[in-house]
């Protein structure tokens, strides 16, 4: 039997593979009142096979990391979709995002027991990247939660 192989739409995740950081604005929100910026620090890396993309992120803020985040992001052949199922240190149920991309932004969404959100990708300049993050308490009116840019480093 012959294993299955990533297709088109699982390569399609390589081009967020690489070491990354750059600058964060966080919108005032209930985690975090005042807002403000922060540093961080990305490495996306292939896996199983070219099957995902698991990503580790790292936020620092007045000069020690505050949040710690854990991604795999994959593509569903059967959904016709990408997910992306993200952990971090807030201690918060695990969260599954789901959604295509449009060109080269990945645009995936999720909702949970207290809001909705939306995380988007834009890998639209080569060796750069932008990511947005937006929350809504109803789907229907997004506010921004958090957006930041990084630079490819390796």
Request: hydrophobic content about 35%; proline content about 5%; charged content about 25%.
């Amino acid at each position: 039997m012959e294993m299955p192989k990533p297709t088109a739409a699982h390569h399609k995740l390589e081009m967020l593979v690489g070491r990354w950081s750059g600058e964060e604005r966080l919108y005032p929100s209930p985690f975090d009142p005042a807002g403000g910026t922060a540093l961080a620090r990305i490495e996306n890396r292939s896996v199983l096979d070219g099957f995902a993309v698991v990503h580790d992120y790292e936020q620092e803020r007045s000069g020690s990391v505050n949040l710690r985040g854990h991604g795999v992001l994959r593509y569903d052949a059967m959904q016709q979709c990408y997910e992306m199922y993200w952990f971090d240190s807030m201690g918060m149920t695990p969260n599954v995002f789901r959604g295509n991309f449009e060109g080269e932004v990945l645009s995936l969404s999720c909702k949970d027991a207290q809001s909705h959100s939306r995380a988007t990708f834009d890998l639209g300049v080569k060796g750069q990247y932008k990511f947005r993050m937006d929350v809504s308490p109803d789907g229907n009116q997004w506010f921004p939660f958090m957006e930041g840019q990084y630079t490819r480093k390796s």
